[in-house]
């Protein structure tokens, strides 16, 4: 099993620009989160879904979209990246929203400049 | 914003030593969590203490929980340097979304 996948592990950006970040989970898991962490601030949550089909908003959803394509695969979509948006961004996934446990990616480094 | 909020920000402590990190929240909580980063890595759960339970042992870490001061404790036994990384607490709290809101971290220095 690899748990969780992301791609890509780096990425610059210039201001305006757009990308998709993947994620993968490998292990049938219902819910699915991205975060972002920035120094001193901890991990903030931005989009998330609780299970296929749906998405929610999380702390700081301003700037990003996200499609959950199908139970494995959950995505994040920055339309026109801002020098804001530089941060290690992670998906994590768990069996259910709220269930005890939450696995993590290794994260994805994307600065925009 | 954070519910759980970790102290010290950094711990730098001997191999063989114990190291103390603490979380306190606002909120009333379901239960809390800590995990681990390793450095340039994503987070490894490590325990899980629900609200009725003031104690919980996994190997060398022991975790408390007070509800009545709304914090935590997570102990670390006879450090190794395998143990540097940052420590952070999360916590779920009761009637909302489940889903767990995070601290800024320990990070914890542990030198051989």
């Known amino acids: 099993n690899a748990g969780v996948t992301q791609t890509p592990k780096f990425q610059v950006l210039k201001t305006g620009q757009s990308m998709t970040l993947q994620c993968a989970q490998d292990?049938?898991?219902?819910?699915m989160y991205w975060y972002r962490q920035d120094p001193g601030m901890g991990l903030r949550l931005i989009y998330y879904s609780a299970s296929e089909g749906t998405t929610d908003k999380g702390e700081v959803p301003n700037g990003y979209n996200v499609s959950r394509l199908n139970k494995r695969e959950f995505s994040l979509r920055l339309e026109s990246a801002a020098p804001s948006q530089t941060s290690v961004y992670f998906c994590a996934s768990s069996e259910f929203q709220g269930t005890e446990t939450q696995y993590f990616g290794p994260g994805t480094r994307l600065l925009v400049l | 914003s954070q519910q759980g909020e970790e102290d010290p920000q950094a711990l730098s402590i001997q191999e063989g030593e114990n190291a103390t990190m603490n979380c306190s929240y606002k909120t009333s909580i379901n239960n809390l969590q800590w995990y681990r980063q390793n450095s340039g890595r994503g987070l490894v759960h490590l325990i899980l203490?629900?609200?009725?339970?003031r104690e919980k042992h996994s190997g060398r870490l022991r975790v408390t929980l007070d509800t009545s001061k709304k914090s935590s404790s997570l102990l670390i036994t006879a450090s190794r340097a395998a143990d540097t990384a940052s420590y952070f607490c999360a916590t779920v709290t009761s009637g909302g979304s489940y889903i767990p809101t995070f601290g800024r971290g320990t990070s914890l220095i542990v030198h051989p």
């Open positions: 203490i629900r609200s009725n339970e």
């Open positions: 292990m049938n898991h219902n819910s």
